[in-house]
């Protein structure tokens, strides 16, 4: 018995003597970081080798944490770093990466593992970013590029300063099954850690300064903003020509075509050749593509097949295990990354290809690298898994970069860090309102998400789907497997033509979201939590069931999960397959229809019954949209575009809008303008408009510029 007292007393010592106090340093205005233990040297900052934009993080308004930072705890064990952050009551947490089903993380376990998604919101994701935000306005970041356990308010401490109050089961309807817990705690198996903290004072606020920290969120070139149709996997370069033709024949909008695992002479593992039969020429035939404004994406995943030409090159930098019997690269090697790359850039990028999409680096454990794989580096798998979706991002953008030319593509794993690299991430499940959660969780995280359409049960499907890909990062149908077209259901063609062409008109002012991505960190399509005047809904519903199944059944926050803000002034409502009516819940102040300019609201739940040629859009007050003519390719470098300003609602409006080459990286040099435009009435009580000039030098692709007062 003595014994075992003295053991428990000796490991309270030890315990007492390993748990630290944190010394926080602010970094940047509004940033603050500290180290505890020895953190490892990779992390997942340094390996997407982040460069923070310091200009617009001073250029930020000074902001105190509202987070009690002497709270934050730290502690060694048992090879693992204990971390705690406070949580206050009425609290609410956003992020920790991309989940598809649910918006509020207060309450949730969650193991944070790069993976596919695979149907459960338990951290394991294509992007589990250990970052979150709190609805009190400030984020955290633990920077380890390893599997992450976070309790968020889930455990309860019997030293607790908040404790909850106990309860009477027998007697106390109130009872529950998860009692208040005042913390987040986070295991991190490594001994030693960095942290980062994000002053708000709004939620969006930290986001921004999280993102900015990150270098800001990517600027695509204009094309990548306009459609894209991804081919079937086994089309020739004829075959391919002429659905580009059709697509122009028909009027739908095209920028860039994909081309899926047939373009390759092997594929699953991949060979990085161009497959002989099918495209025998591929120089004239991207050229033959380019004269027609079409760019082109390739799929590709990172596994080298025995056949490709890098194989034997390449394999002293690869892995100890094999992918589908392909190597596996250790792209943290200066010489994999070389070898890799240059195959892309010799065979592909310099004959005019376009961009990627780095398919398969995600995951799923049975044919994945186990985490008992070693890499010549030295790096863990664990650590691999968790970054190698990044990696492949740094290693392309750097490709396109050296170029002085803009990419566009898809990656299905991303991470903390990759929030500048010009990726957009998909994947296979294909839930449409989950792919909506996803899309308003992206915002949380840093990362940008499109909810792809590729097949359709119905034409009414296929047109709801379509409708909310038109509203994300990227307008994409992915014909990979099945062949479908925007035309592929008659009854809906012209719906889904004047959806396609809405995207196009929209691209100026989606053009200029994204340079607030870039520029001020905003991102360009984010939850309504994040807007000014949301009811943020936290109260816990009772959920109704039977306690027989389910003895511990436990009330659940009321989430929005089903509407979001696309850029600064539209909100988005998608309807999916069956739903005639839904409800919208306005943030305060008026709001205004889309399509009309009628009033709908004002801080309130609307019901809505649009009809199925519609999706629901609304224009905050004072709203202002530029658009440009409806078209089917973005506009060229340099080439002059009319626009048709929007003017929504009763108040006066301001609005930024973004100009550059559209192209090149040559905006980092300065080369781009914002100019103002201002709505206001004039003295007789009319509505006037106007635009401030391109300052000198400075790109100037506006051409005639009309105003539409839409709200009579
Ligand atoms: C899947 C990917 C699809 C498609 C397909 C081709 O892994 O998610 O979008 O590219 O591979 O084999």
């Known amino acids: 018995m003595k014994k075992i007292i003295l053991t428990l ?15 926080w340093t602010e970094s940047l205005p509004g940033v603050w970081k500290a180290t505890f233990g020895a953190p490892e040297s990779h992390n997942l900052l340094n390996v997407s080798g982040v460069q923070p934009n310091k200009d617009a993080i001073n250029g930020m308004p000074q902001a105190a944490l509202t987070l009690d930072i002497e709270g934050i705890q730290a502690e060694i064990f048992d090879g693992k770093t204990y971390l705690r952050f406070p949580l206050i009551e009425g609290e609410q947490i956003f992020g920790l990466g991309l989940n598809f089903q649910t918006v509020h993380q207060r309450g949730k376990i969650l193991n944070l593992h790069t993976d596919h998604y695979g149907g459960k919101d338990n951290g394991r994701n ?18 380890s590029a390893r599997y992450l356990t976070y309790y968020v308010g889930t455990g309860v401490r019997k030293n607790s300063k908040n404790p909850p109050v106990t309860k009477d089961r027998n007697t106390d309807k109130t009872w ?6 005042d913390a987040v705690e986070v295991l991190v198996p490594t001994e030693g850690v960095e942290i980062l903290l994000f002053a708000g004072p709004t939620p969006l606020d930290a986001i921004r300064r999280y993102n900015l920290y990150c270098g800001g969120g990517c600027l695509p070139p204009r094309w990548g903003l306009g459609f894209t149709q991804r081919v079937p996997k086994m089309y020739n370069a004829q075959a391919v020509i002429e659905e580009v033709n059709e ?48 760019r082109v994406n390739l799929w590709t995943n990172p596994y080298v097949s025995p056949e490709s030409p890098i194989f034997k090159r390449i394999e002293p930098y690869t892995g100890s295990h094999t992918v589908w019997c392909g190597l596996v690269p250790d792209f943290t090697l200066r010489q994999a990354n070389t070898i890799f790359g240059e195959q892309l850039l010799k065979e592909q990028i310099s004959i005019g290809v376009s961009g990627y999409k780095m398919d398969e680096v995600d995951g799923y454990d049975y044919y994945l690298w186990p985490d008992a794989a070693r890499f010549p580096s030295g790096i863990s798998a664990e650590q691999m898994r968790q970054i190698y979706g990044v990696l492949l991002q740094k290693l392309t953008d750097n490709l396109y970069r050296s170029r002085n030319e803009r990419t566009f593509g898809l990656v299905r794993a991303s991470n903390a860090g990759a929030n500048n690299f010009p990726y957009v991430i998909y994947n296979d499940y294909y839930s449409h309102p989950d792919f909506i959660t996803a899309l308003i969780n992206s915002s949380f995280c840093g990362v940008l998400w499109t909810p792809e359409v590729r097949g359709s049960k119905s034409g009414e499907e296929w047109l709801r789907r379509f ?37 196009m008109q929209l691209m100026p002012y989606f053009y200029s979201e994204f340079a607030k991505y870039h520029f001020e960190g905003i991102p360009p399509f984010r939850a309504m939590a ?43 409502a998608p309807l999916f397959t069956g739903q005639e009516t839904r409800k919208v819940l306005l943030p305060k102040g008026k709001w205004y229809d889309f399509y009309t300019g009628e009033y709908v609201g004002d801080g309130q739940e609307i019901t809505v019954t649009p009809g199925l040629d519609k999706i629901p859009v609304y224009v905050k007050d004072g709203g202002i949209i530029p658009m440009m003519e409806s078209r089917l390719k973005a506009p060229a470098s340099g080439e002059k575009i009319n626009i048709e ?35 206001s009435k004039n003295k007789k009580g009319r509505w006037e408009g106007s635009i401030s000039k391109a300052p000198k030098g400075k790109p100037d692709n506006i051409g005639k510029v009309t105003f539409l007062f839409t709200t009579k």
């Open 9 to 23: 007393l000796f490991a309270g010592i030890v315990l007492s003597i390993r748990a630290q106090v944190l010394q």
């Open 126 to 143: 294509h992007a589990p970013v250990p970052f979150y935000v709190s609805s009190n306005g400030y984020g955290v970041l633990v920077n």
């Open 176 to 181: 529950s099954s998860r009692p208040y817990s």
């Open 247 to 294: 697509f122009a024949k028909r009027g739908y909008p095209l920028d860039f075509v994909g081309l899926e695992p047939g373009w390759q002479s092997k594929a699953y593992p991949c060979s990085f050749e161009w497959d002989k039969g099918r495209f025998p020429d591929p120089a004239s035939f991207i050229k033959i593509l380019k004269e027609l404004g079409i």
């Open 467 to 503: 409708q909310s890909v038109v509203f994300s990062p990227m307008a994409m149908i992915n014909a990979w497997s099945n062949g479908t077209k925007p035309w592929s259901f008659p009854e809906v063609a012209e719906q889904v033509k004047y959806y396609a062409l809405l995207r």
């Open 530 to 572: 994040l807007e000014e005047g949301f009811l943020n809904n936290s109260v816990p519903e009772v959920k109704e069931g039977s306690l027989e199944e389910n003895p511990y059944l436990e009330a659940v926050n009321k989430e929005i999960k089903d509407q979001y803000m696309a850029g600064e002034y539209l909100l988005v």
């Open 645 to 679: 300003i929007r003017h929504y609602g009763e108040k006066s409006g301001k609005y930024s809008i973004y100009d550059d080459d559209g192209e090149t990286f040559d905006y980092e040099k300065g080369l781009f303008s914002w100019r103002e435009i201002i709505v």
